[in-house]
């Protein structure tokens, strides 16, 4: 959610260019207010802004800020309104601080600091970091003691980094729940939310470990410990690639994303699949597929529609019982998990730090469930607490909306399916050689529906004028049906609902009328007669149809639609693959033509780091 960066040492210009431009970069994460500290003779200095970091831009126009240290702050509002007041970085002359995350005893630190004379000026829970800070260093400790002494009294899930100005060139940090990770550049060190975050700047980092705290300076970092001992923790090589950054000549993140899917399916395929013998390798995993009874797939938001499609595929390939669990639902009550070793666990996530699946991951490690952390940032927290860790190599996403790495959350989960399939006798090489060849056939067809999405300007164009759009689908399509409705009500702000096509009749239909357009997501597959009966309950009471289906299933119902959107046929098996794209393609053009802000809608975050 928030997103943290830091520098000490910076350039010949000081800290606050490439603090702002650090800031561009963490954008990706969601946020509705902004700030920069430095270190300036003496003295912490403080320039913020409500909105968009442009408005912090004009600020810093008008009052430049000088110093070689300092920390920066992109807020996602929890506690207090998103304004210039409640923006982060939060403190006075002495100390500022910037965090993420949750303070769950900040009421009481706040009365307690406010009967110590403190004043407080926000609605924030952060506020009471830098209010602590400063009553330690007044009771006479050093800026790292007093840091330390502020930091052992949050409870909650907490990233804070923190400048004192009698502590020049040093940010002192802790790490608790939250990710945060230094990153090591020539004569500078930085300090970010995650190693995207710093992707531009370096790419050699240090991920702390939960409970770490830190010194940062120019020349490096010293890590403590959570008992306060130092500690050693490796420098790694990252592997995400700062042109990643650019839009490549689109006009948004999110449409470049989109664009980028044949290459992403190629590159998760190639991770998994043998494309000489057409079968599928599974990865290095905590259990045998033959040996459990039942696959537990978790996730959040678009990473639990992927997991509502690959239950089909498990159950059908490799006859595996298969639950799927919305992560803060799974964490809230008490799962049972039958006879030990029997169950194992996949838990999906694009960042590998959402909080509600890390804390189911960490209650299935409790109760001794073997934890796959299926994810597209392999140095995340789950792929580090997990037993194993499966990349689903989409590469850096920057838009908010996910695409591209729900196609590759597919692909991956499919041939993982094909590898339980063969595993457990289920299925022979033959049937697995053919559905290993009808997944290789995806990104080209994936690159035919792209070249031919002019057509959709043309439905999103009379899309934006409805008050609700119905998104129907049967079987796997059912969850590609939600994940369209999901793209489209986040970045259009259109309310759409999406519903399997057989609960039609069971209330959705009440909602059908002449104003509320239907998206039928309609493979010509053996459900197919089913699906026609549905769409024909809602062309009876006049409802506007767009129709998602290949060749086959246009000539057949084509007639009744107001629009038609043509994918290419394919095997039942990877069609969730191809017919998420012009769903995807719909939200985006309904976005562009109503001008929202696409790659950063309101409300919403990249990553939700807090539960």
């Not at 700047?201 to 010293?222: K, N």
């Not at 130092?230 to 948004?252: D, L, M």
């Not at 259990?287 to 089909?312: K, M, Q």
Request: charged share 20%; proline share 5%.
């Amino acid at each position: 959610m928030c997103g943290i960066i830091g520098v000490a040492g910076a350039s010949e210009h000081g800290a606050a260019p490439p603090l702002l431009d650090g800031l561009e970069y963490l954008t990706y994460r969601g946020y509705d207010s902004c700030g920069i500290a430095t270190l300036a003779n003496g003295r912490v200095e403080r320039r913020r802004a409500a909105g968009r970091v442009a408005n912090l831009q004009a600020v810093l126009k008008d009052a430049p800020m000088a110093g070689d240290t300092g920390i920066a702050h992109t807020r996602w509002a929890t506690h207090g309104v998103p304004n210039e007041t409640n923006a982060h970085p939060h403190g006075n002359a002495e100390v500022a601080i910037v965090h993420n995350g949750i303070v769950e005893n900040f009421s009481s630190l706040r009365a307690e600091l406010t009967d110590a004379g403190h004043e407080f000026e926000t609605d924030t829970d952060s506020e009471a970091i830098a209010h602590l800070i400063v009553f330690h260093l007044r009771r006479g400790l050093t800026p790292e003691a007093a840091a330390d002494a502020a930091f052992a009294r949050l409870r909650g899930a907490f990233a804070v980094a923190a400048i004192v100005a009698r502590a020049p060139g040093r940010i002192f940090v802790v790490r608790h729940g939250c990710p945060l990770t230094i990153g090591i550049g020539e004569h500078q060190t930085w300090v970010g939310s995650d190693a995207l975050a710093l992707a531009p700047f370096t790419d050699r980092i240090i991920h702390l470990d939960e409970g770490d705290r830190a010194t940062v300076t120019a020349a490096g970092a010293s890590v403590r410990a959570v008992d306060g001992q130092p500690v050693e923790r490796p420098t790694v090589t990252s592997s995400i690639v700062p042109t990643a950054f650019g839009k490549g000549g689109y006009r948004h993140y999110m449409q470049k994303e989109i664009h980028e899917q044949p290459i992403v399916i190629g590159d998760a395929l190639r991770a998994l699949l043998d494309t000489r013998a057409m079968r599928a390798e599974a990865p290095d995993l905590p259990f045998r597929f033959a040996d459990i009874d039942r696959l537990i797939l978790v996730g959040c938001g678009t990473s639990f529609y992927a997991a509502g499609v690959a239950r089909h595929w498990f159950e059908e390939l490799a006859q595996l019982p298969v639950d799927v669990d919305i992560s803060s639902e799974f964490q809230d009550r008490a799962p049972l998990f039958g006879p030990a070793g029997r169950s194992a666990a996949i838990l999906i996530s694009q960042s590998g730090e959402t909080a509600d699946t890390l804390a189911a991951l960490r209650q299935l490690r409790a109760q001794r469930v073997p934890t796959v952390a299926l994810v597209n940032m392999t140095s995340s927290t789950m792929a580090n607490e997990a037993d194993a860790v499966v990349a689903i190599h989409a590469g850096s996403e920057i838009s908010v909306a996910s695409t591209k790495a729900f196609t590759a959350q597919l692909a991956t989960l499919a041939c993982l399916a094909l590898a339980a399939g063969r595993a457990r006798g289920k299925l022979d090489s033959e049937h697995e050689a053919r559905l290993a060849a009808e997944l290789t056939a995806v990104p080209a067809k994936m690159a035919d529906i792209l070249a031919a999405q002019n057509r959709l300007q043309d439905v999103a164009s009379d899309l934006i004028r409805a008050p609700s759009v119905l998104y129907l689908g049967r079987g796997p399509a059912a969850s590609v049906a939600r994940e369209g409705a999901l793209k489209m009500k986040e970045i259009s702000y259109i309310h759409a609902e999406a519903y399997p096509m057989g609960e039609l009749k069971h209330g959705p239909l009440a909602l059908i009328d002449e104003h509320v357009p239907t998206v039928g997501i309609v493979p010509s597959d053996p459900l197919f007669t089913k699906n026609a009966s549905n769409l024909a309950e809602v062309n009876a009471r006049n409802g506007p149809i767009i129709l998602v289906s290949d060749d086959n299933g246009i000539s057949e119902l084509g007639e009744t639609a107001r629009h038609t959107i043509k994918v290419p046929h394919s095997d039942p098996f990877v069609a969730p693959l191809l017919y998420a794209v012009p769903l995807q393609l719909l939200a985006y053009h309904a976005a562009v033509l109503k001008g929202t802000d696409v790659d950063n809608p309101r409300n919403l975050a990249k990553t939700v780091t807090v539960s």
